[in-house]
């Protein structure tokens, strides 16, 4: 079993910056990728950005220049800084992990971030 704890949300402005945490409860090193999903009201939950074991990266058109995830395995943490923040990007944001061993998919209980002014 992998707990997922994320942090770090909350409102800042338009053109604003935030930096979320996804705390694990398992080295990530064991996780064959992580990730990080939103879910606006009234839609479905997207993929927000993602980092392969290998940290290899990929984002979603949406945030390509303004968001950087990263990670640090000394830390069992993975990390989304947000830049150049606009008011679509008002989400809930969830982290989110696959086991590399049985293939198992773990979410954390989501972080609000709400851009506005």
């Known amino acids: 079993q992998v707990q997922l704890v994320e942090s770090g949300g909350g409102l800042v402005q338009p053109g604003g910056s935030l930096r979320l945490s996804c705390a694990a409860s398992t080295s990530i090193i064991r996780l064959n990728a992580m990730a990080w999903h939103r879910q606006a009201p009234g839609k479905q939950r997207e993929l927000v950005a993602s980092?392969?074991?290998?940290?290899?990266?990929d984002y979603a058109d949406a945030v390509k220049g303004r968001f950087a995830i990263s990670r640090d395995t000394s830390k069992n943490t993975m990390y989304l800084q947000m830049n150049s923040l606009k008011p679509e990007d008002t989400a809930l944001y969830y982290c989110f992990a696959r086991a590399a061993v049985t293939s198992r998919d773990y979410w954390g209980q989501g972080t609000q971030v709400t851009v506005s002014s």
């Open positions: 980092i392969s074991r290998y940290g290899s990266t």
